[in-house]
């Protein structure tokens, strides 16, 4: 389990401070491209910066959750990896967006090489990186999103309690086409991140 620098400031205008919203990387923020091994393979979604930008605003977390399993087979390393993750917040940064952190995963459990050839409790679907995420950050899991185009994202959002959003974009459409092989439903499909958003915002403001 590796965790990058959280930046931004932490605190909440409406008091929501436990509250997160968690999105995965690529096919959710960032185009899906296969693996993003250099920071000029790196291009938001339209709309995904105003998307993470409003949820700024409204003082509610924003944190990535990502699968980096590139670095178990050698695809680049974690010092890459780190370089990307600048350059990504640097992107947000340039549209009036930030994040309150960046978690990945290097591991897989069968492909790769040692250290990073394992079993892990932080690879999606399971949830190791949303509950260190929330012990960091102050974060009431329960109360919390978890938004990306896999099945493994959805997956990971409901075993914490909270609440699993499948996006349209990367591979969103694939894994609809694959619904009849769900163990657990989304609790909303959205079109894109933005779409996400104004779902996870009306929840927050039912009585």
């Given at each position: 389990?590796?965790?990058?620098?959280?930046?931004?400031?932490?605190?909440?205008?409406?008091?929501?401070?436990?509250?997160?919203?968690?999105?995965?990387?690529?096919?959710?923020?960032?185009?899906?491209v296969g693996y993003?091994?250099?920071?000029?393979?790196?291009?938001?979604?339209?709309?995904?910066?105003?998307?993470?930008?409003?949820?700024?605003?409204?003082?509610?977390?924003?944190?990535?959750?990502?699968?980096?399993?590139?670095?178990?087979?050698?695809?680049?390393?974690?010092?890459?990896?780190?370089?990307?993750?600048?350059?990504f917040l640097h992107?947000?940064?340039?549209?009036?967006?930030?994040?309150?952190?960046?978690?990945?995963?290097?591991?897989?459990?069968?492909?790769?090489?040692?250290?990073?050839?394992?079993?892990?409790?932080?690879?999606?679907?399971?949830?190791?990186?949303?509950?260190?995420?929330?012990?960091?950050?102050?974060?009431?899991?329960?109360?919390?999103?978890?938004?990306?185009?896999?099945?493994?994202?959805?997956?990971?959002?409901?075993?914490?309690?909270?609440?699993?959003?499948?996006?349209?974009?990367?591979?969103?459409?694939?894994?609809?086409?694959?619904?009849?092989?769900?163990?657990?439903?989304?609790?909303?499909?959205?079109?894109?991140?933005?779409?996400?958003?104004?779902?996870?915002?009306?929840?927050?403001?039912?009585?």
């Open positions: 389990m590796r965790k990058a620098k959280s930046c931004g400031r932490k605190s909440s205008p409406e008091g929501r401070t436990k509250v997160a919203v968690f999105l995965d990387r690529d096919g959710t923020i960032c185009e899906e993003i091994h250099s920071k000029d393979q790196l291009r938001l979604i339209p709309g995904a910066a105003e998307a993470i930008r409003r949820l700024n605003r409204r003082g509610i977390k924003t944190v990535v959750i990502t699968n980096q399993s590139g670095v178990a087979r050698g695809f680049f390393s974690e010092e890459q990896l780190r370089a990307i993750h600048e350059e992107l947000l940064r340039e549209e009036g967006a930030r994040l309150d952190g960046i978690y990945y995963c290097p591991h897989h459990p069968t492909e790769g090489q040692e250290p990073y050839l394992r079993v892990c409790e932080c690879r999606k679907p399971s949830p190791g990186l949303l509950k260190k995420a929330a012990e960091e950050l102050d974060i009431d899991l329960e109360a919390s999103f978890m938004v990306g185009d896999h099945f493994a994202d959805v997956a990971a959002g409901l075993a914490v309690g909270g609440k699993g959003i499948l996006v349209l974009t990367g591979h969103g459409e694939k894994t609809l086409g694959e619904k009849a092989t769900w163990t657990v439903s989304p609790s909303w499909i959205a079109q894109d991140l933005a779409a996400a958003v104004d779902w996870i915002l009306s929840v927050l403001e039912e009585p």
